[in-house]
């Protein structure tokens, strides 16, 4: 099976790196670079060791600031992936394709130190049944960003979160939030409506759809996380609670000793067809 593209030399300075920023060893510049153009090059190499070296914000104020995901007031067009997540946290609770839960416990989680940060706020936070730290990224329907963008932002969320966790935990703890610790590894969830990934099968981005999928595989080798992509469904324009169901990636499954997972190369032929 043809490996996804890959590149023989780091990408160059110029195109990750504003002008005087200090590395291309940095989450930020790779999600920056990412949102500048879908062509931008950055490898599993690189993502890893951004992720092994970032330094993230220490907050001295609250991480659960209250958010009152009851009352909710539609917002503007363009916040839509935030008005999706106070609808998300109204709910409570989300159940997933495999009889799993994921308990939601709060929306816009704020990571930055200083209003200066880069950084964003994470669009919701929660945990697993069995208290892994899950963290989610949405993106709407109509959301033009490769999914990439949305990787490097868990990421970059990640890796805050992993290094102020006790912190966290304290917060939550003494919040009544959670009955016990959030644990590592982490679950890492890029979120979105069928109509987001239906975009992905499209003939003139199937080859990138192959290169994230790829990407994917090989940084939950490699990172304390583990990355799902999935499609949201249903909600309060079906009169039923959101669930959420897989998206396949090309992962067939845990290899024989559960060391890894191995590529589906029949789904990917099938998908990819001559530029297979």
Not at 89 to 106: F, K, M, N, R, S
Not at 125 to 135: C, Q
Not at 157 to 176: F, P
Request: glycine share 6%.
């Amino acid at each position: 099976m043809r490996r996804p593209d890959r590149v023989p030399h780091p990408t160059p300075p110029s195109e990750i790196e504003p002008p005087g920023a200090p590395s291309p060893m940095n989450l930020l510049n790779l999600l920056a670079a990412a949102r500048r153009s879908e062509q931008s090059c950055i490898t599993a190499d690189q993502i890893e060791a951004a992720f092994t070296h970032h330094v993230s914000p220490i907050r001295a104020q609250p991480y659960f600031v209250n958010h009152d995901a009851k009352e909710l007031n539609e917002l503007p067009t363009n916040r839509g992936e935030e008005y999706l997540a106070k609808q998300l946290a109204a709910q409570g609770t989300l159940e997933t394709w495999d009889g799993g839960q994921i308990t939601l416990l709060d929306y816009q989680f704020p990571l930055k130190a200083v209003r200066a940060d880069r950084i964003g706020k994470v669009d919701l936070i929660g945990h697993t049944r069995d208290h892994a730290v899950a963290l989610i990224e949405l993106k709407t329907g109509d959301s033009p960003e490769n999914p990439r963008v949305g990787l490097l932002e868990l990421l970059a969320y990640w890796a805050a979160v992993r290094q102020n966790l006790d912190r966290i935990n304290a917060e939550a703890l003494s919040k009544n939030l959670c009955s016990s610790p959030l644990t590592k590894p982490a679950r890492l969830y890029l979120m979105a409506p069928d109509a987001y990934w239906t975009r992905w099968r499209e003939p003139n981005r199937r080859q990138r759809w192959y290169q994230f999928c790829a990407q994917v595989q090989e940084l939950q080798l490699r990172l304390d996380a583990i990355v799902g992509c999935l499609a949201l469904r249903d909600g309060p324009s079906t009169g039923c609670p959101f669930t959420v169901g897989p998206v396949y990636i090309g992962l067939e499954g845990f290899t024989a000793d559960a060391t890894g997972r191995i590529s589906d190369e029949a789904y990917w032929r099938a998908e990819l067809g001559d530029d297979f």
